[in-house]
């Protein structure tokens, strides 16, 4: 056990699907995993491992935002020997070419400020997603046919966003989404060796304010999913 996590030694595979919602990685779990078992129930953060494709794996909530995703992604890394953290999540499109149900693959993650920003002092770190992962992403995404888009994205440290100028200037440069997440868990398995990928299911769009019904969402997420059980063991 660590500190926010209750699985015991073992129970917590090697490769870790990472969704923001407890919920959400219930019903990963339910729907894509063979034998999936809760090992995880701590402050109601869940967590399932089970396998597919005779693959072990783990999915396990980290919570909203980047100081929550980092306690959960230390902890998978440090006391459970996690070696590969995916992200699946949701974005808001920040271009025009991009509807809503695409999905977004993160080569880079910019951010104002990650709970990491200490270790940096002066430095502007740069996160990044593992190539490896990055490379078999994208291929699994080409070979289901879905609309995918690899690039930038921007983790923001509030929700509820106060900044449009920021916001165009992250579209003029080309940003593809926002989120909340992947900066941090980028630079979080960078520190430990550990390889990392933000898989994300575009929900709504900051242009034209288009946003998938809540009910919809589980049905459009499941080929971010599948994308992220490829990278991983493909």
């Known amino acids: 056990m660590s500190i926010h996590i209750g699985a015991k030694p073992g129970e917590i595979a090697e490769t870790v699907l990472m969704p923001g919602d407890p919920y959400r990685a219930k019903w990963a779990a339910e729907t894509f995993l063979d034998g999936a078992t809760c090992i995880n ?10 396998s597919w494709k005779g693959n072990r794996v783990t999915i396990h909530g980290s919570g909203m935002g980047m100081p929550s995703l980092s306690i959960y992604a230390n902890e998978l890394i440090r006391d459970y020997g996690a070696k590969t953290l995916i992200r699946i999540g949701s974005a808001g499109a920040m271009q025009h070419d991009i509807e809503v149900r695409d999905v977004v693959i993160a080569m880079t993650a910019s951010t104002i400020s990650t709970p990491s920003l200490g270790f940096f002092k002066e430095l502007q770190y740069a996160p990044c997603a593992d190539y490896g992962l990055l490379e078999k992403a994208v291929a699994a995404a080409r070979a289901k046919g879905t609309r995918t888009h690899v690039g930038g994205i921007y983790s923001a440290d509030v929700f509820y966003d106060e900044r449009p100028d920021l916001n165009e200037m992250l579209t003029r440069h080309g940003v593809l989404a926002v989120e909340m997440e992947a900066a941090e868990l980028y630079t979080v398995a960078a520190r430990h060796g550990a390889r990392a990928l933000a898989v994300l299911t575009v929900s709504d769009h900051l242009l034209t304010h288009e946003a998938l019904p809540s009910e919809d969402r589980e049905r459009s997420f499941g080929d971010m999913v599948e994308i992220a059980l490829e990278a991983a063991f493909t």
């Open 41 to 50: 129930q701590v402050r109601g953060m869940l967590g399932f491992t089970g």
